[in-house]
């Protein structure tokens, strides 16, 4: 799908959809939204009378133009109650609207800059929301779907965003570019964790990686199974051992031109399949497992992102990535792991996986001087439990971090939530023959996952997202779709804009 920026009238524009929008209680529509019903001689009214329309948001209103306009239908867009509107609200307005496009089956897309108008709010970063809100909502993972074979496949190829003032234009623009790369890296990230276990494995994300840093001018290098254990990533190599898929560590590096105001990394868990390994999942559980790299595809993504974006801050993406099998040389319960940091693990429980890959790789990172550390991962079935679909579980060693991460997260619309850190918490996973075990049960499994990683990230700054609930959907939202959501990644972007700007 193009989307492209012109000045001039919505009431000229010829195309299959038109949107315009309305807050909630508004009887008698201003601004552009006005203009449209005039043209139309007051049938948006009419229907508002009817209480056909409440301008609630997402709320959706067709009207069909019978040649008054150029275009063939309107769609008016609810925006919802005009004190709660910002941003956030935008992003769903204007992915309700391209997904009502699409359902009608439009090849051409016209709407308004919502927010613009009455609102306000400034022009760059409406033009930002309305560019993410309709590249995320458009958002469709179909491939594996064949055709009907009767009908015609109608896509919908230009969104144009239509505005009247000549000196906007330039700064829309801009909102608009930055929207775009943000959103497109997002539903890479969706993609990734959409497709099959059998097709995305270890290498393909190294492979991926590669082809990343190639476009992007990025630094790419991927260590090998043999690497790995030279370079005493033990507990990586022994989670994969089950696998016929051998594991890879992946760095990616950007660097911004002249010296870094700061350096960032971020680490994301890479499980390409999570069976649970000899600890077996019940069936039910291993469901959408294919999404246990969602951290791994996140920080994937803020690279992409990143190189295209170019902030003024250093950042790093590590990925420890394996795939968690049965087998014969698969590794066992009360085996004795010893991460790259010297700490020895027993293995409680081969489905506590994640956090054995991530000692490895976090011990990496401690061994460089970073300003902050954050990783990614799906880590508990806990976090799910506690905090549902809805927050992403949030752990770490540095407040100011930790708060920095939960306002970026506010701003993007992905919900973040502090978890404590207890040592009492820590103490379950004493254990009686090594320095640690991997697991100390179900109780607060998301802190004791969190209070595990925290032994590997040494003294640097560091956070951990858990984000088992949010990197996956069983039911849409107004801009994220059944399936993988693509969560954390535009928080991440948003923090290291951020970053870069102090
Ligand atoms: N990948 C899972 C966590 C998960 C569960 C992610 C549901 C997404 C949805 C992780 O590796 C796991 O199996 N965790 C166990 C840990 C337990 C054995 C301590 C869990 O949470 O049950
Ligand atoms: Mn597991
Ligand atoms: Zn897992």
Request: hydrophobic share 45%.
């Amino acid at each position: 799908m193009e989307l492209i920026v012109q000045q001039g009238d919505l009431t000229q524009a010829a195309c299959d959809v038109l949107v315009v929008n309305l807050f909630e209680g508004v009887t008698h529509p201003g601004g552009a939204t006005g203009a449209v019903d005039r043209a139309l001689g007051g049938w948006i009214t009419d229907l508002i009378a009817q209480e056909q329309f409440k301008g609630k948001l997402n709320a959706t209103l067709d009207v069909p133009t019978f040649g008054k306009l150029p275009a063939k239908r309107v769609v008016v867009v609810g925006l919802g109650k005009a004190e709660a509107f910002g941003e956030e609200q935008i992003r769903q307005a204007a992915a309700t609207a391209v997904k009502r496009a699409k359902a009608l089956q439009a090849e051409t897309m016209v709407t308004l800059l919502h927010g613009a108008g009455i609102a306000g709010l400034p022009p760059a970063a409406c033009a930002q929301a309305v560019a993410e809100g309709t590249v995320l909502g458009a958002y469709e993972f179909d491939k594996y779907k064949s055709a009907p074979k009767d009908e015609p496949k109608r896509v919908l190829g230009t969104a144009m965003i239509v505005e009247h003032s000549a000196e906007k234009i330039a700064v829309i623009e801009e909102g608009v570019t930055r929207g775009r790369i943000v959103a497109d890296a997002a539903n890479m990230v969706r993609d990734l964790a959409n497709e099959p276990p059998d097709v995305v494995t270890p290498d393909y994300l190294a492979r991926t990686a590669r082809q990343l840093a190639e476009d992007g001018g990025l630094q790419c290098d991927v260590w090998d199974e043999g690497r790995i254990v030279e370079e005493r990533m033990n507990c990586l190599a022994m989670v994969g051992r089950g696998s016929a898929h051998p594991p890879r560590f992946i760095h990616l590096d950007y660097m911004p031109a002249g010296t870094p105001a700061r350096r960032i990394c971020l680490v994301g868990k890479g499980i390409s399949y999570d069976s649970g390994g000899l600890s077996l999942k019940p069936a039910e559980h291993m469901r959408h497992m294919k999404t246990d790299m969602s951290g791994a595809a996140a920080v994937l993504g803020v690279m992409q992102a990143i190189a295209q974006l170019k902030p003024h801050v250093a950042v790093t993406g590590l990925i420890p990535t394996c795939e968690n099998m049965v087998g014969g040389a698969a590794y066992k319960v009360d085996d004795i792991l010893r991460a790259r940091n010297g700490k020895t693990i027993e293995v409680d429980n081969t489905d506590a996986e994640g956090r054995l890959i991530l000692a490895d790789a976090l011990s990496y990172a401690a061994e460089q001087q970073y300003d902050a550390v954050i990783d990614i991962a799906t880590l508990t079935g806990g976090c799910v439990i506690a905090l549902a679909r809805v927050w992403t579980g949030v752990m770490g060693t540095d407040q100011e971090l930790i708060d920095a991460i939960i306002a970026a997260g506010a701003q993007t619309g992905e919900k973040m939530w502090m978890l404590p850190f207890d040592d009492e918490v820590r103490s379950m996973l004493d254990s009686d023959i090594a320095d640690i075990k991997n697991s100390g049960g179900r109780e607060g499994s998301s802190i004791q996952g969190g209070m595990f990683l925290k032994e590997f990230a040494g003294e640097q700054p560091w956070a951990h997202l858990d984000i088992a609930g949010t990197s996956y959907l069983d039911k849409a939202r107004a801009y994220e779709p059944k399936g993988a959501t693509g969560v954390p990644m535009r928080t991440l972007v948003a923090y290291l804009l951020q970053q870069a700007a102090q």
